[in-house]
């Protein structure tokens, strides 16, 4: 079975601050993941993703996450953030399927003036 | 390209009742996934069509079910609503075609269909 961890439940950074939000994975093999956001009331949007290759993706609004094997982890990281980047933010994995994903719980992020 | 659409956009119902939830893919994709969002329970996939047929299913009670038509409109339905099923329902897909690459797999998700069970 897969699972994710997305262990910070809320972070709060200031704006132009940068920003790391943490993924950590279980599956048996080299597994599917991506990073999506949703803003209020809204559905998912998808950030970046990693298949193989070159284990650091870069994705959409200046986001990149790094995929560490040794650490079963996928990270998401933006170097300044603003304020529009409010919202929630999901990991997810896709072992068997990317059509099938198990989601972490979420990490709300909040931006300060 | 028009990306997936669901409607109806908010539903009321009451508990008992029955619902169906619709979704259109973006044009050319034949996957359709559903998935449950709920503040207890986080985001669940509940399953996918592909080509008229189920090919994975979630860990969800026969109450619901879900259908896809030959154009990969996708209907979801549940049957005898309780409280708990009240919950954002996404669509979302993918292109999957015969020889797809996983690059094309990527889902893409509609909007969502809030439900409330009353």
């Known amino acids: 079975a897969q699972s994710v961890t997305q262990p910070d439940i809320h972070i709060t950074v200031s704006e132009g601050a940068s920003l790391e939000l943490r993924c950590n994975y279980s599956?048996?093999?080299?597994?599917?993941l991506f990073w999506y956001v949703q803003s209020p009331g809204q559905g998912l949007q998808l950030l970046l993703k990693?298949?193989?290759?070159?284990?650091l993706v870069q994705g959409i609004k200046g986001f990149e996450a790094e995929f560490k094997r040794s650490q079963s982890s996928f990270n998401l990281r933006k170097p300044s953030v603003h304020w529009s980047d409010a919202a929630e933010y999901f990991c997810?994995?896709?072992?068997?399927?990317?059509?099938?994903?198990?989601f972490g719980s979420g990490t709300q992020l909040t931006v300060l003036p | 390209k028009a990306g997936v659409t669901q409607t109806p956009r908010y539903l009321i119902k009451t508990r008992g009742q029955q619902v169906t939830l619709s979704c259109s893919p973006i044009?050319?994709?034949?996957?359709v996934s559903w998935y449950q969002q709920t503040p207890g329970q986080g985001l669940q996939f509940l399953f996918e069509?592909?080509?008229?047929?189920?090919?994975n299913k979630g860990n969800f009670p026969g109450r619901f079910s879900g259908r896809q038509f030959s154009n990969s409109r996708s209907e979801m339905n549940v049957s005898t609503l309780e409280l708990g099923d009240s919950a954002l329902y996404l669509c979302?897909?993918?292109?999957?075609?015969?020889?797809?690459?996983?690059?094309?797999?990527?889902?893409?998700f509609g909007p969502g269909t809030r439900l409330l069970v009353l």
């Open positions: 599956y048996g093999a080299t597994p599917y």
């Open positions: 044009s050319g994709h034949r996957s």
């Open positions: 990693y298949f193989s290759g070159d284990t």
């Open positions: 069509y592909f080509s008229e047929t189920q090919r």
């Open positions: 979302a897909s993918s292109f999957s075609g015969q020889g797809a690459g996983w690059y094309q797999e990527t889902q893409y």
């Open positions: 997810a994995v896709g072992g068997r399927s990317a059509r099938q994903l198990t």
